[in-house]
Structures are given as structure tokens and as C-alpha cells.
């Protein structure tokens, strides 16, 4: 899936937006594995040696025997000589293992009344006594779990537990547990049980893949690195390598993943999930004629392969092209109308463009034939959540907000979003295809499940899919946490951009833009990265350009990738102009690559691009990065120790700190602030508990220098815009000096940071009335009444004047009365409405 985001800069707790696992649902017998401790037939099929395994039962007439060797022919897509292998012995013991393969292959060959009886066949005679008894019927349950059987799951759910029971270090059905448990978008259990199976034997296949799988969409380098395990004890495994080819995928790698299904197709030319992955890459590069070739050719080994169409818009919808994605996805149903899977992707994609009711029918349809999907049910029940929302629309933007919260939000999301729409829309020179849909959500998980079909998802904070944008309110994060206001901002950059590019911009591209644009709208948003990327450079830690992208999969560089992308677009638009800032863009939507957008709009190669950047970064970051060298410290330096070291090194801002503290500690608080103002000017761009502006306002607090602690307040707020305990102490402290400029200042950065603070809201709507802004005084008092306020009279009475200075008599009146109601004898509301009801 994809998406672009907002998320904690600063912080590593992030989940990456990826869907693991996208390689169709119905697997080639030949994926199940056998772990290294079995038979030496066994352990040659767990190491992909096909030709010994057949060399091994060549003889063989047991029912076990001519299963594993099945399923190597399978493996290499000899299907015809499977069936033939398989067949007499499967008729004969209906029940055997023979049985089950035989069952598998006819629903992967499209064969699916005849599998699907085979297999209930299977577990009507069946009674179970051993271990792999019941792994047997958890396989074919499982198997039948796929196609419209909605007590499958949880028949197979039972029989792996009885099967584990008997048999808990049995890596085999450990493994194949995880796979029905990712099968329903359960990744917790699914990762438990892929991690049993590899305690038992590291080396088991499957096992690694599933844990790739799990990994593919939190942390893609311990994916791939468990895939590279995979594949040294099994060179040939199919699914390993398609597994690769998606994370190349993932990351704009579209040469890799051709190599990578190359080599799947050199195990098994007749592969469905590496055709179909093929024919999706060719759909990627605009190759519609070539599309449908391959598709034609998987539908040759099976006619009712839907999953063609639906992997196909699953890498569409990875790549923000949603519209081509749902189009797709309902071919698939078409061609397969038990694909419970597409229905559950149809009814994602379809969030993801806005059609709501249009998910909703697709997602009871995905629910009625599995119950057991938990992405299919968090969506369902999130719809009804929805459901609940008040909508306003205003021009292009339909904003849906919860009941709780709309009264003070559409005071401030709406009038943000349409100023943001409109400025960049200006400055791309671009009108976007509405109408947006922007939705926010009170409790983060509700923002997960609406983004992503889970909850979780820690670290982000905001989503575009191009029409439509999702992220947190202000109350589903503790106060101060992020800056809504950033995140709004964030997000419609991107259905800007990402509308100009045809949906078809790069990842780095696009959160490099948008980032760069939070700065642009306001100079206190978007620097909270700014240290942590100078001592990225010095720790060689920053990624070139050729792999930036891949920085936006790996959750130890996600948020230095997102920083750095920004200073890619702020050192291309003051090298060559924001005119081919937009052509760039444009370019991508023509067809081209980075390497040749690059080339063709900024006339470089992007190695010159590096090399220019590289310097960019060199001049701009110099001083900054010589303030992060930090000499050696002793254990516990004293007081005249840190004064020796800050004087030998008077650039080094951590030097400059630990000497405060110790000031600080020895009750020298002027040497102190002394130390900090120093450490402050090393580096001016320090933000949470490192910015020293912090230290000298509660040191000033302390001494009781009001004017100090109000300046550090200031200084402090200029880069870290979502510090709401300095922004409500400023506000405090500037309100007994009369200075109503400033004053109102600090209000508007506490109500922009915090909409439900009532006090600070009532303040902010009294300074504007002071000089005479009866918009701003009635978006303040509204808000303010919206959050039910003790005094409810007073607060009617004070939009009542808002109201009356801007001439609203009506509406001044209505709320005189609501006040007159609460209070009969408030004499400030009787006054004011003879003043109003006067000729």
C-alpha cells in the first residue's frame, strides 16, 4: 500500500506504511517446507535440490514419499507430472498426505471444485491421532480458508493448536501457523509462531520467509536479511526471491525486482505469483499492451487467476495510483468473484479515493466471506465511526471531524486547509482535482486503522493518498507532542505534488517537498531534525542520493531521510529555480526516472546533483557540525575541570552545556545562563530538553528575571513549534505587562498548538476584540464556548460581542439570550442588548 506521510521527526518509533506478503494469496504447494531435521529427502526439498529429491523416491510408492516428490516437480512447475504422481495414490487414500498436495495443486491450477472437494474429502475422513494428523487438516483448512469458507480459519486455527499440542518443537507446523495467522493481517501471533519454528531450526525456510514477510512492513533491512538466509540454505526458493522483488519494488528498484522474478522463473517458469509480479511491473511502466500479454499468459495456466489483476493494483495502489489500483482489483473479482482477498483490497483502495460507501459494500462482501481478516473488520467498524462525523464542505474540501471536536477544529482545520490549498496551489501553479477529503480522527488507532487497516502505526501522524488526507487531532497525541497545524500543512503539499507527478513522485521527492514546505509556511515548523542530521554527518551516516529512497524503509533512517530530502529540494530550487522545481516534478509524470528527470529538467547527471549538494552541505552545516565534536569527558568531571575543558574548547556545544549544569548545580546561575547563551549560538537550531533556551528559562524562573525567562521563552519557540508548556508559560508570563501585541502572539501559538484550551482561547478572542478583529475574536470565542467552559454565561456574552462589533446583530442577539437564559440578571447581557436591539 501506499501512502505519504507525517510523522514524529525525532523519533524512530515508526512504522512503516508497506503491506507485506502481496504475492497472491493461493501458494504453490512447493512453498511448504520441510524443516532439516527430517527425512534426507525432506531436508533436500527445505534446500530447493529438487533433482535429488526425485533421485531419493524415485522408487518410493508411499503416500509421504510421493507427496515430497510432488513437490518438487511443482516446484519447478511441472504441474502435469504432479497431478500424474499424485492422483492414483490420492484416490486410494483420500486422507493421505498425497491426498492434500493433490487438493493444493488443483485449487492453484484453477481446478477449484475439484480441490476444494478433494479436500473436504480429506477432513470428512480423516481422524486425527498424531501430530501430523491434524497439520494435515490445518493445511487443507487453511486451503479452504481462501475461497468463500468462513469456518475454515478457524477450523485450521484449531487443528495447528492440536497439531502444536502434540508436537510444539515441530518447526513445520509452527511455521505454517504463522502463514495462516499473516494471511489474516495478524502479525503479532504470525511473528510468534515464525519465531518458535526458527528456535527450533534456524535454518527453516519458510520460517524465514514468514518472518521477512512480518519484517517487510516494520523494518525492511531485517527483512532482507532474513531473506538472504533464506535463500543461502535454499538458492532456489521462489517465494524468497519474490519477496526480494517486492522490497525492490517498494523502493523504486524496478531492474532489481526484474532480476529477482528472473530468477524465480529460472526455478519454476510456470510460477503464477512470479508471472503475475511480472505482468504488475509492466503495468507500472505504463506497459498496458505488455500488461495484458502476461496476464493472458498466467491465465493460459490458470483461467480464473484474479490474483493477476489484484497484484497488479496492489503495486498500483503502493504507488499512490488508487484510481488504477480499484480498476484493476475489480477485474480480478470479475474474473474470480470468490477472491474474498480482492474484496478486502477493493474496499482499501476505495477508502483511499474517498469512495466511502462504495468500501463499505466492498468490505462487507470481504467480511461475509472471512470473518477472521482483522484489517476487514477494524475498516468495517472504523466506517461506522465515521459514520458519526460531522461533514462540512467548503470549496474543494469536504473535512469530516468528530462530533466532540467539531466545534473548536472547524475553527482552525478548515480555515488552515483552505489557506494551505490555496498558497500552494499558487505557488505550483497548479489547481488540484477535488474534491479532498481530509478526516481527522480524536484517538490515534482510529487514524491507523483508517490509514493502514491496524492499529499502531506509532510514529506517523498524518496520510495522503492524493484526494484524500487522514491524521491525528490535537487530542489524540499528549499536548505538545506534534503540531497539528505542521502535519495539515504537511499533507496537502502532497496532494499537490503528487497530483502534478500523474501520482507517480518518488517517496524521497515527495516528504522532501512537503517538509520543505512546512518551513516555508512558517519558519518554526520543520526544523526539529536539524542537530540530529549535522551529527549524521558526522557519523557518515547520510545517505547519497542514488538511495535516498531506500532511507524511507528503514526505520533507523526514516527520519534523517525525511530532513534530508528536504535540504535536496531547498538546494535545487536556490541552484537552478523553483520554475524547474516544478518541472521536475511534472517530468514524473511523463515517464522518467530520477536518474533521467534529473538529467533532462536540471540538465546535471545525478552524480553532479550529489557532488553540488555535497558542497551545499559542507558550507551550511561547517559550524554547526565542529559544535557536535565533543571532546573526551571524564567519568565525573568537576566544576574547574568543565571550565578548563570550555576553555580549550569554546566550540563545542555539549562542553558549553555540562559547564551550565555544573554552574548551575554550584549555585552560579548568571555563569550559567552565561554558558547556555554561548551553547545557543553553537547551535541555534537545538530543540526539545537539548535547546539551551530551555535551561536559561528555568534558571531565570528561578531568579526571578521575568524579562530573561521571557526571552528564552521566545528564542525557544522560534524552532520548536510544538512546545506547548513554554508557549503557555510565555503567554502567562506577558500577560500582567499590557503589552498586547505580544501578548496575542503568545496566545496564537498556544491556541495553534492547542485548539481545546478554553482559558487560552477565551484570552486570545479578548486581545483580538482589543484591536478590533471580530473574525479572529469570533473563531477564539467559538471555540472557547465549544469546550463548555464553567462560566457559559460569560462566554456567550463574549462572542455576543464579537458578533456585535462585526455587525451580526442576529447572531449577537441569539447568543445574549443563551446567556440571559443561563444568567437572567447578568447585567453585561442586558446591556448589550439594548446596545444591540437599539434603532
Known amino acids: 500500500m501506499g501512502a505519504l506521510l507525517s510523522v514524529r521527526r525525532g523519533s524512530i518509533a515508526w512504522l512503516l506504511l508497506l503491506v507485506a506478503g502481496t504475492v497472491p494469496s493461493a501458494q504453490t504447494p512447493a512453498q511448504r517446507q520441510t524443516a532439516p531435521t527430517a ?48 492422483t492414483p495414490v490420492a484416490s486410494a487414500q483420500p486422507e493421505s498426505d498425497a491426498a492434500l498436495e493433490l487438493g493444493l495443486l488443483e485449487l492453484y491450477l484453477g481446478q477449484r471444485a475439484d480441490g476444494i472437494r478433494r479436500l473436504r474429502q480429506l477432513a470428512g ?136 522474478i528472473k530468477k524465480a522463473l529460472s526455478v519454476n517458469p510456470n510460477g503464477l505469483e512470479a508471472r503475475s509480479l511480472d505482468a504488475a511491473i509492466a503495468r507500472l511502466d505504463d506497459q498496458s499492451a505488455e500488461f495484458e500479454k502476461r496476464s493472458q499468459e498466467v491465465l493460459k495456466i490458470n483461467p480464473n487467476y484474479g490474483e493477476v489483476y489484484r497484484v497488479a493494483g496492489d503495486h498500483l495502489a503502493r504507488n499512490y495510483r488508487f484510481d488504477e489500483a480499484v480498476e484493476l482489483v475489480q477485474r480480478a473479482i470479475k474474473l474470480d468473484p470468490d477472491n474474498t482477498r480482492a474484496y478486502s483490497d477493493l474496499g482499501t483502495h476505495m477508502l483511499r ?50 462530533p466532540a471536536e467539531v466545534g473548536v477544529m472547524r475553527e482552525y482545520a478548515m480555515p488552515l486547509a483552505k489557506q494551505a490549498l490555496a498558497t500552494l496551489q499558487k505557488q505550483y501553479e497548479f489547481k488540484v482535482t477535488g474534491p479532498i477529503l481530509i478526516e481527522m480522527f480524536p484517538k490515534h488507532d482510529q487514524f491507523a486503522v483508517r490509514t493502514i487497516g491496524l492499529p499502531g502505526f506509532i510514529g506517523a501522524l498524518g496520510a495522503c493518498f492524493g484526494r484524500v488526507v487522514t491524521l491525528d487531532s490535537p487530542n489524540a497525541r499528549d499536548p505538545g507532542e506534534f503540531h497539528w497545524g505542521e502535519t495539515l500543512w504537511h499533507e496537502i ?51 547519497k542520493l542514488k538511495v535516498l529512497n531506500e532511507g524511507f524503509s528503514d526505520p533507523q533512517l526514516i527520519s534523517l531521510s525525511y530532513y534530508q530530502a528536504s535540504l535536496v529540494v531547498d538546494h535545487i530550487v536556490e541552484t537552478y529555480g523553483e520554475p524547474k522545481l516544478r518541472d521536475l516534478i511534472r517530468s514524473y509524470g511523463e515517464g522518467y526516472e530520477t536518474e533521467m528527470a534529473v538529467k533532462e529538467v536540471l540538465g546535471v547527471s545525478l552524480d553532479q546533483l550529489q557532488t553540488g549538494f555535497d558542497a551545499r552541505l559542507e558550507k551550511q552545516y561547517a559550524s554547526l557540525r565542529k559544535s557536535l565534536q565533543t571532546p573526551k569527558f571524564d567519568s565525573k568531571p568537576t566544576l574547574d575541570d568543565l571550565k578548563k575543558m570550555a576553555e580549550s574548547n569554546p566550540e563545542s556545544f555539549a562542553v558549553q552545556m555540562q559547564l551550565a549544569i555544573a554552574l548551575h548545580q554550584a549555585k552560579d546561575p548568571k555563569a550559567a545562563i552565561q554558558a547556555l547563551e554561548r551553547a545557543s549560538k553553537l547551535a541555534p537550531t537545538a530543540t526539545g530538553d537539548n535547546n539551551p533556551n530551555k535551561m536559561i528559562a528555568a534558571i531565570a524562573a528561578e531568579t526571578k528575571d521575568v524579562p530573561r525567562q521571557i526571552r528564552a521563552l521566545d528564542d525557544l519557540l522560534k524552532v520548536d513549534s510544538a512546545d506547548i508548556e513554554s508557549a503557555r508559560q510565555l503567554a502567562t508570563l506577558l500577560a500582567p505587562l499590557k503589552d498586547d501585541r505580544r501578548s496575542e502572539e503568545a496566545y496564537r501559538r498556544v491556541v495553534g498548538i492547542d485548539p481545546f484550551d478554553r482559558d487560552a482561547q477565551a484570552a486570545y478572542g479578548r486581545l483580538a476584540m482589543k484591536r ?61 442588548l439594548l446596545k444591540v436591539v437599539e434603532p
Open 39 to 86: 527425512s534426507p529427502a525432506a531436508r533436500a526439498l527445505n534446500a530447493g535440490q529438487y533433482e535429488e529429491v526425485e533421485r531419493l523416491l524415485k522408487s518410493a510408492t508411499d503416500s509421504t514419499s510421493v507427496a515430497l516428490r510432488a513437490r518438487a516437480q511443482v516446484a519447478q512447475g511441472r504441474y502435469q507430472d504432479a497431478q500424474t504422481l499424485l
Open 125 to 260: 475422513r480423516l481422524a486425527p491421532r498424531t501430530a501430523r494428523d491434524y497439520f494435515r487438516l490445518a493445511r487443507a483448512a487453511s486451503a479452504l480458508a481462501n475461497f468463500q469458507d468462513a469456518q475454515a480459519f478457524k477450523e485450521a486455527n484449531g487443528f495447528f493448536r492440536d497439531a502444536n499440542k502434540l508436537a510444539p518443537d515441530d518447526a513445520d507446523i509452527n511455521a505454517a501457523w504463522g502463514e495462516l495467522f499473516l494471511d489474516k493481517h495478524n502479525p503479532a501471533d504470525a511473528m510468534k509462531s515464525f519465531s518458535e519454528a526458527l528456535r527450533v531450526d534456524g535454518n527453516h525456510v519458510d520460517a524465514l520467509i514468514g518472518a521477512a514477510q512480518v519484517n517487510a512492513g516494520m523494518n525492511p533491512p531485517a527483512a532482507r536479511a532474513a531473506l538472504e538466509r533464506a535463500l543461502k540454505v535454499n538458492p532456489n526458493s521462489v517465494p524468497a526471491h519474490l519477496l526480494q522483488a517486492e522490497l525492490a519494488l517498494d523502493d523504486r528498484e524496478r531492474d532489481a525486482a526484474r532480476e529477482s
Open 353 to 402: 479515493t474517498g469512495d466511502e460507501k462504495g468500501a463499505r459494500v466492498a468490505l462487507e462482501r470481504a467480511f461475509k466471506g472471512d470473518a477472521f481478516d482483522q484489517t476487514t473488520f477494524n475498516q468495517l467498524d472504523l466506517l461506522d465511526t465515521i459514520d458519526k462525523f460531522v461533514t462540512i464542505t467548503d470549496g474543494d474540501i469536504i473535512m469530516r471531524l468528530d
Open 493 to 543: 503539499a502532497h496532494v499537490i505534488t503528487l497530483q502534478m507527478s500523474k501520482n507517480r513522485l518518488p517517496r524521497w521527492l515527495s516528504e522532501g517537498l512537503s517538509v520543505w514546505e512546512e518551513r516555508r509556511a512558517r519558519p518554526e515548523w520543520g526544523r526539529e531534525m536539524d542537530m540530529s542530521f549535522a551529527q549524521a554527518i558526522n557519523e557518515n551516516k547520510v545517505l
Open 772 to 832: 478590533k478583529d471580530g473574525e479572529t475574536a469570533q473563531r477564539a470565542f467559538r471555540a472557547a464556548l465549544a469546550r463548555n467552559p464553567p462560566d457559559r454565561a460569560t462566554a456567550h456574552v463574549d462572542l455576543a460581542e464579537a458578533y456585535a462589533a462585526s455587525g451580526r446583530v442576529a447572531e449577537a442577539k441569539k447568543e445574549i439570550l443563551a446567556a440571559l437564559e443561563i444568567a437572567p440578571s447578568f447585567e453585561r447581557a442586558q446591556d448589550l
